[in-house]
């Protein structure tokens, strides 16, 4: 199958630090090239990949200080994909809702996965809209806010299982908050967390420019006290060592999160989760598994030793089971060719045509 994949361009694929989608993507496009197709990955310059790469910026944007507006390479990559949309059989995209005016006429030759939230006004409007237009969610919970939305699948992200190694003997005596410092992770819970169980606490995480002031104003000063460590953006091989030291991953978000890999990430690890019931969180924890849910600080500290002492050989095993690279890329596989497929009212016409019989004229027939 010939299949383009379409990155945001904000990020490389994979990213060189922070970027769940463009992580998701690479983890997508590799296991589909490991399956035989033939992929053709849409993203920017410095992406790494096995695929064939169609550059659509020099660089990651967000890494570019030239860059000032982001819409223009938006344009250019919608542009340079639908060149060449001929080529495809289907084209994945990841970019929200950028290609939908674009590329309606092939709807049923296309998927868009979405990333982010939906609870945002003027979403439901939008997406009736464009109603023919095939959508995956990341979990069930990502599409709440949409229920008169047709999505065609609900596609959890999956990891490649030789990724992260797994430490079932850890030796760091902390536990680990990992992602980005905003308000709606949770960063000062994790902190608050920490300090009622005694229990070292070190944070890596990326500040957006948009959550310096939060950044300033709100965790920094935490950092002061003992027992935080703040270490900042981590690339995947560190953060391997990061997650499988830690005794857990503290996960006490406040927003309703699509899906949530740094969980599957510190599953990947053999590292328990301690999270907060919101968004995603139900789909991706086995309660008493994988990790403990709870539904705020007040159960959050008292819960604690229960997910320390969880088997993290179960973790692991639970995570290969459930969120492997090429579980995931099989399920959007399927995804493709049912979409590909003709409809069930055409299929019904062409075997209907097929099974008639047909009229083979005389020798002396007229012409």
């Known amino acids: 199958m010939k299949i383009a994949q379409i990155a945001p361009p904000m990020e490389s694929v994979p990213p060189r630090l922070y970027g769940g989608t463009e992580r998701v993507v690479s983890y997508l496009t590799e296991e589909l090239v490991n399956m035989g197709h033939d992929v053709t990955l849409f993203?920017?310059?410095?992406?790494?990949?096995?695929?064939?790469?169609?550059?659509?910026?020099?660089?990651?944007?967000?890494?570019?200080?030239?860059?000032?507006?982001?819409i223009p390479y938006y344009m250019l990559m919608l542009e340079r994909v639908r060149q060449q949309a001929h080529n495809f059989d289907i084209l994945h995209f990841h970019i929200d809702y950028f290609h939908f005016p674009l590329f309606r006429s092939i709807a049923r030759r296309t998927v868009t996965t979405l990333h982010g939230r939906l609870d945002i006004p003027g979403l439901p409007a939008f997406y009736n809209a464009f109603d023919g237009m095939p959508l995956v969610s990341i979990s069930d919970a990502q599409r709440a806010p949409l229920p008169k939305v047709s999505f065609a699948e609900t596609i959890h992200h999956g990891l490649p299982l030789q990724f992260h190694r797994p430490t079932f003997d850890p030796r760091g005596g902390y536990v680990a908050f990992l992602g980005r410092i905003s308000p709606?992770?949770?960063?000062?819970?994790?902190?608050?967390?920490?300090?009622?169980?005694?229990?070292?606490?070190?944070?890596?995480?990326?500040?957006?420019?948009?959550?310096?002031?939060?950044?300033?104003?709100?965790?920094?000063?935490?950092?002061?006290?003992?027992?935080?460590?703040?270490?900042?953006?981590?690339?995947?091989?560190?953060?391997?060592?990061?997650?499988?030291?830690?005794?857990?991953?503290?996960?006490?978000?406040?927003?309703?999160?699509?899906?949530?890999?740094?969980?599957?990430?510190?599953?990947?690890?053999?590292?328990?989760?301690?999270?907060?019931?919101?968004?995603?969180?139900?789909?991706?924890?086995?309660?008493?598994?994988?990790?403990?849910?709870?539904?705020?600080?007040?159960?959050?500290?008292?819960?604690?030793?229960?997910?320390?002492?969880?088997?993290?050989?179960?973790?692991?095993?639970?995570?290969?089971?459930?969120?492997?690279?090429?579980?995931?890329?099989?399920?959007?596989?399927?995804?493709?060719?049912?979409?590909?497929?003709?409809?069930?009212?055409?299929?019904?016409?062409?075997?209907?045509?097929?099974?008639?019989?047909?009229?083979v004229s005389s020798p002396g027939a007229a012409l």
């Open 43 to 70: 993203a920017s310059g410095d992406s790494l990949t096995a695929a064939t790469l169609v550059p659509c910026a020099p660089t990651a944007l967000r890494l570019d200080d030239q860059v000032r507006d982001t």
């Open 184 to 359: 709606e992770k949770g960063p000062e819970q994790a902190i608050q967390i920490a300090r009622i169980m005694g229990i070292p606490l070190k944070i890596a995480a990326k500040v957006d420019r948009a959550d310096e002031a939060y950044f300033r104003e709100r965790v920094a000063p935490l950092l002061k006290s003992p027992g935080v460590e703040f270490i900042g953006e981590i690339n995947e091989r560190q953060k391997t060592r990061f997650l499988g030291e830690a005794l857990a991953l503290l996960f006490p978000i406040d927003w309703p999160e699509p899906f949530g890999l740094t969980m599957i990430e510190a599953m990947a690890c053999g590292t328990p989760v301690l999270a907060f019931r919101r968004g995603s969180v139900p789909e991706i924890i086995d309660e008493g598994v994988t990790g403990v849910i709870v539904d705020g600080m007040e159960q959050a500290a008292a819960a604690l030793p229960r997910v320390l002492g969880l088997d993290r050989r179960a973790v692991h095993r639970r995570f290969e089971v459930r969120f492997s690279a090429r579980a995931m890329a099989e399920n959007y596989v399927n995804l493709y060719r049912s979409l590909l497929a003709p409809p069930p009212e055409l299929e019904l016409d062409i075997k209907r045509e097929a099974a008639a019989p047909r009229r």
